[in-house]
């Protein structure tokens, strides 16, 4: 009977010592995680503490280009009435001259006679 409670206390206490060493190895994981989580966290807040204020900048620089994209739009509607009053006194003006030339070779011809 004391072999027994001998053999198993010794078990329990292998057990024990097993557990101990396994509780160890897990507490050096963890603090090898720990140390990578606020290494990582430390380095991302360095490259990152910055960027709502460059956030910002790109918005505001991205409302500007939008303005100056809507004058633009504004001016190349202008531009494109422009051409198209052109382009129609070009189609109009070489008739209008013919009809001027017709009209005072005609005139010519009739003071002449």
Avoid: D
Avoid at 65 to 86: F, T
């Amino acid at each position: 009977m004391v072999t027994i409670v001998i053999t198993f206390n010794i078990s329990l206490a292998i057990a024990c010592l097993f557990l101990f060493w396994w509780l160890l190895q897990l507490q050096q994981k963890l603090r090898r995680a720990n140390h990578a989580l606020i290494l990582a966290e430390s380095k991302t807040h360095r490259v990152l503490h910055n960027a709502p204020y460059y956030i910002h900048q790109g918005q505001q620089g991205t409302q500007q280009l939008r303005q100056s994209l809507a004058q633009l739009g504004v001016m190349q509607q202008s531009i494109n009435r422009w051409i198209a009053l052109i382009s129609l006194v070009r189609l109009i003006k070489p008739s209008r001259i013919k009809a001027y030339r017709i009209l005072s070779s005609q005139k010519s011809r009739f003071q002449g006679k």
